[in-house]
Nanobody, 125 residues
Framework: QVHLVESGGGLVQGGGSLRLSCASS????????MAWFRQAPEKEREFVAA????????LYADSVKGRFTIVRDVAKNTVYLQMNSLKSMDTAVYYC??????????????????WGQGTQVTVSS
């Protein structure tokens, strides 16, 4: 079983940076597509970024393109989301998700099988 654990959230001023991490405490997710989603209060969970199993293919939401970067360290079985130039609109709970298909790169959260518990990111203006 894959158990995803996120870390790295916190409070940051607008324009600042944070790096989120997602690791598996159980089985490796090395062959999976991995993604980040976020959910603000009273809003639906939205896609942020995805990365293929090998890390050679990435996909971003338009709202974060050019500011966020998703990478994975296969050896460490960890996925990262580097967030720069943060804005108040980025405030949300961020979730790590995994899909068994290596290149699925889907934007729909309902397609992902494994989820972490989430980490809060708050950007002050």
């Amino acid at each position: 079983q894959v158990h995803l654990v996120e870390s790295g959230g916190g409070l940051v001023q607008g324009g600042g940076s944070l790096r989120l991490s997602c690791a598996s405490s159980g089985r490796t997710f090395s062959g999976y597509t991995m993604a980040w989603f976020r959910q603000a209060p009273e809003k639906e969970r939205e896609f942020v970024a995805a990365i293929s199993w090998s890390g050679d293919s990435t996909l971003y939401a338009d709202s974060v393109k050019g500011r966020f970067t998703i990478v994975r360290d296969v050896a460490k079985n960890t996925v990262y989301l580097q967030m720069n130039s943060l804005k108040s609109m980025d405030t949300a709970v961020y979730y790590c998700a995994g899909d068994r298909h290596p290149y699925s790169m889907l934007r729909d959260y309902k397609e992902y099988e494994f989820w972490g518990q989430g980490t809060q990111v708050t950007v002050s203006s």
